[in-house]
T-cell receptor, first 119, second 112 residues
Framework: GAGVSQSPRYKVAKRGQDVALRCDPISGHVSLFWYQQALGQGPEFLTYFQNEAQLDKSGLPSDRFFAERPEGSVSTLKIQRTQQEDSAVYLC?????????????????FGPGTRLTVL | TQLLEQSPQFLSIQEGENLTVYCNSSSVFSSLQWYRQEPGEGPVLLVTVVTGGEVKKLKRLTFQFGDARKDSSLHITAAQPGDTGLYLCAGGKRNRDDKIIFGKGTRLHILP
């Protein structure tokens, strides 16, 4: 399909394990965003890439969270030594462009998310 | 800190009724977006409003951006069970260092 895909859709981890969540953005989209959505809440910004450059990582809750997009396409969000409070849905979104002021270019298209449960 | 407050948090109404949900902030946004999210899926964009006072219609949904670009409303006419979902508003600014801020959402349930 042509949409944003994420894998795995569901992940159960034991506390202390490391996890890696993958996002495949829409082909050609420059910008990629990661969000964390706790149960009953709206998405909260984690980090943002423009191509391979991570321009904003102010939302990452701790240094256990790390994101990369080495070739400006696929991105991976890694969480080390998972804790129970990390349990949430992790959403990825991509947009054509973020900075050119084009209204349509700003539109973020979301993937279905990865539901992470830490036991 | 920019906050988007959505109200009500939960709304359960009968099919055929009208409803309005609100999104308020003390900050000015250059654009405001409304999304709908269904269980197990990511948010899907419904509309973007960018001009103060702008009104956009999407079938039975009417979106309005406040004159001061600090608030927005979503009005649904003759609600249907298919309208059930989580409605999220998100504010953005024309600044590469600013991210889109989401409200916590209004969870809407339409009873048949």
């Amino acid at each position: 399909g042509a949409g944003v895909s994420q894998s795995p859709r569901y992940k159960v981890a034991k506390r202390g394990q490391d996890v890696a969540l993958r996002c495949d953005p829409i082909s050609g989209h420059v910008s990629l965003f990661w969000y964390q959505q706790a149960l009953g809440q709206g998405p909260e910004f984690l980090t943002y890439f423009q191509n391979e450059a991570q321009l904003d990582k102010s939302g990452l809750p701790s240094d256990r969270f790390f994101a990369e997009r080495p070739e400006g396409s696929v991105s991976t969000l890694k969480i080390q030594r998972t804790q129970q409070e990390d349990s949430a849905v992790y959403l990825c979104a991509s947009s054509l462009s973020f900075v050119d002021g084009d209204r349509d270019g700003d539109t973020q298209y979301f993937g279905p998310g990865t539901r992470l449960t830490v036991l | 800190t920019q906050l988007l407050e959505q109200s009500p948090q939960f709304l359960s109404i009968q099919e055929g009724e009208n409803l309005t949900v609100y999104c308020n902030s003390s900050s000015v946004f250059s654009s405001l977006q409304w999304y709908r999210q269904e269980p197990g899926e990511g948010p899907v964009l419904l509309v973007t409003v960018v001009t103060g006072g702008e009104v956009k219609k999407l079938k039975r949904l009417t979106f309005q951006f406040g004159d001061a670009r600090k608030d927005s409303s979503l009005h649904i006419t003759a609600a249907q069970p298919g309208d059930t979902g989580l409605y999220l508003c998100a504010g953005g600014k024309r600044n590469r260092d600013d991210k889109i801020i989401f409200g916590k959402g209004t969870r809407l349930h339409i009873l048949p």
